[in-house]
């Protein structure tokens, strides 16, 4: 089964291009790399999802080597809107179909 | 559309108590999960369904069951609550496209508090 490893935090400033890195090892042949974003007291909100390569969309890019055992968040220009806790998924499938696991997230802080 | 809604949105239980929260979906999804994030935690998976009338065990499911009699609620009962359920619990609902588990939507959150 897949498992994640991300940073624990990252601190940016406004205007800087932020990327977090998540690994994850053992991805099967068949899972999507899925990135989520937390605000506090809120659920999580899909961000993007790829399989290989690039994946860009009007919020943030997703890089994912060949090998596929990692994957790089990137988003472009921060702002401090952007302060949020990010979590990296890779479905989990097993019998009973599809679950999604989080790990711990990785915290980000934006300061002016 | 108002997506995924729980009921209640806050809740106190003495030790022992039981109580049941409700999830429900206007997306026609065939997932659903539970999950319960405590202060400064990820989300830890409960329990999940992935159709009507079927529930799986997720990363931690002691001290809690799930139904889903309906495709669209999916609901998580305490049956005697303890300190350590103290949490905030989310739901959350995708509809899978084969081997991919597509963007997974979240309600609000409960906010339990067991004393």
């Known amino acids: 089964l897949a498992k994640t490893t991300q940073p624990i935090s990252m601190d940016s400033y406004e205007g800087q291009e932020v990327n977090i890195t998540c690994s994850h090892n053992n991805i099967a042949t068949n899972d999507y790399i899925t990135w989520y974003q937390q605000f506090p007291s809120q659920g999580p909100r899909f961000i993007i999802q790829?399989?290989?390569t690039k994946v860009t969309n009007e919020v943030a890019s997703l890089f994912i080597p060949a090998d596929r055992k990692s994957s790089t968040l990137s988003l472009p220009r921060v702002s401090l809107s952007d302060t949020a806790v990010y979590y990296c998924?890779?479905?989990?499938?097993?019998?009973?179909?599809?679950?999604?696991?989080f790990g711990g997230g990785t915290r980000l802080m934006v300061k002016p | 559309n108002a997506g995924v809604t729980q009921t209640p949105k806050f809740r106190v239980l003495k030790t022992g108590q039981s109580m049941t929260l409700l999830c429900a979906q206007d997306?026609?999804?065939?997932?659903m999960y539970w999950y319960r994030q405590d202060p400064g935690m990820g989300l830890r998976l409960i329990h999940y369904?992935?159709?009507?009338?079927?529930?799986a065990k997720g990363e931690v499911p002691d001290g809690y069951n799930v139904s889903r009699l309906k495709k669209q609620n999916f609901l998580l009962g305490l049956e005697s609550a303890a300190p350590s359920q103290t949490s905030v619990y989310f739901c959350a609902s995708s509809y899978p496209t084969g081997e991919v588990n597509t963007e997974a939507f979240f309600g609000q959150g409960t906010r339990l508090t067991v004393v």
């Open positions: 997306m026609n999804h065939e997932y």
């Open positions: 369904s992935v159709g009507e009338g079927t529930t």
């Open positions: 998924l890779v479905a989990m499938n097993n019998n009973a179909g599809n679950m999604l696991t």
């Open positions: 790829g399989y290989k």
